[in-house]
């Protein structure tokens, strides 16, 4: 059974930064290619971003040049630092495959707060 588990969330000042992490359990991760999604309230879940199994990022261009995704496959684990945050931001971060997030993989989310 597959399982992901976001942490590193929290409230921040816009302008400030977080670190989320996601771990996989479960899976072959390391051939997985992985995304960041975040859903903010009233609004469709997006693709964030994304990093292939070979390290090939990409990014939603409204976070192009403040977020990094990367990760580390001897800990199944895929980070997102977040730099310069916006009260834009503002959502719940889950990550999953990518392209096609499985349903059945969503976890909780990591909740994300930036205030202005």
């Known amino acids: 059974q597959v399982q992901l588990v976001e942490s590193g969330g929290g409230l921040v000042q816009a302008g400030g930064s977080l670190k989320l992490s996601c771990a996989a359990s479960?899976?072959?991760?390391?051939?997985?290619?992985m995304g960041w999604y975040r859903q903010a309230p009233g609004k469709l879940r997006e693709l964030v971003a994304s990093?292939?199994?070979?390290?090939?990022?990409n990014y939603a261009d409204s976070v192009k040049g403040r977020f990094t995704i990367s990760r580390d496959n001897a800990k199944n684990t895929v980070y997102l630092q977040m730099n310069s945050l916006k009260p834009e931001d503002t959502a719940l971060y889950y990550c999953n495959t990518y392209p096609l997030p499985r349903r059945n993989y969503w976890g909780q989310g990591t909740q994300v707060t930036v205030s202005s």
């Open positions: 990093i292939t199994s070979v390290g090939i990022t």
């Open positions: 479960g899976m072959i991760f390391s051939i997985n290619a």
